[in-house]
């Protein structure tokens, strides 16, 4: 049987929601870091997006071998969104598995729905259709209370 237990619709109702707004956000941060990591990786492009350097509030600073040659002040804004990312996986996986064990779905769907913070565009589709879902068997749980 899938879906809620009775004593668990509200709690899964939150956990839907948590998950939707963490598959939004760690998607979009996906894409930055797959757009940032490109423009320091390209061969023709090799820049890194550079905050608060000598350059300005945001630029684009050549990134050498091993990163050579970027300025001494200011921070990378590429490394920090691949570590802003890292933990909206972390918060993304939370939500994942809070929504798969309330609502009792199967492992391979558990994994599926993690991919999506690690393959770009992925989280979309697992919100998308997911959490649409999980809110029709959340209906169906309140129905049968």
């Known amino acids: 049987?899938?879906?809620?237990?009775?004593?668990?619709?509200?709690?899964?109702?939150?956990a839907v929601k948590l998950f939707s707004?963490?598959?939004?956000?760690?998607?979009?941060?996906?894409?930055?870091?797959?757009?940032?990591?490109?423009?320091?990786r390209l061969p023709f492009l090799g820049?890194?997006?550079?905050?608060?350097?000598?350059?300005?509030?945001?630029?684009f600073e050549q990134y050498g071998l091993e990163g050579e040659g970027l300025p001494e002040?200011?921070?990378?804004l590429t490394t920090a969104i691949l570590v802003v990312h890292g933990w909206l996986y972390v918060l993304y996986l939370f939500a994942d598995f809070r929504v798969w064990t309330l609502m009792r779905w199967s492992f391979f769907r558990f994994l599926f729905i993690a991919l999506g913070?690690?393959?770009?565009?992925?989280?979309f589709y697992t919100e998308a259709r997911y959490?649409?879902?999980?809110?029709?068997?959340?209906?169906q749980a309140q129905e049968r209370a």
């Open 73 to 76: 002040v200011g921070f990378s």
């Open 131 to 139: 959490a649409k879902m999980a809110k029709a068997e959340i209906a």
């Open 1 to 14: 049987m899938t879906g809620p237990a009775k004593s668990q619709i509200t709690a899964a109702s939150k």
């Open 21 to 40: 707004v963490s598959s939004y956000i760690t998607g979009i941060f996906l894409l930055l870091l797959m757009i940032t990591w490109g423009i320091r």
């Open 117 to 123: 913070g690690v393959v770009p565009l992925l989280s």
């Open 47 to 59: 820049y890194e997006l550079w905050a608060m350097g000598p350059g300005g509030f945001i630029t």
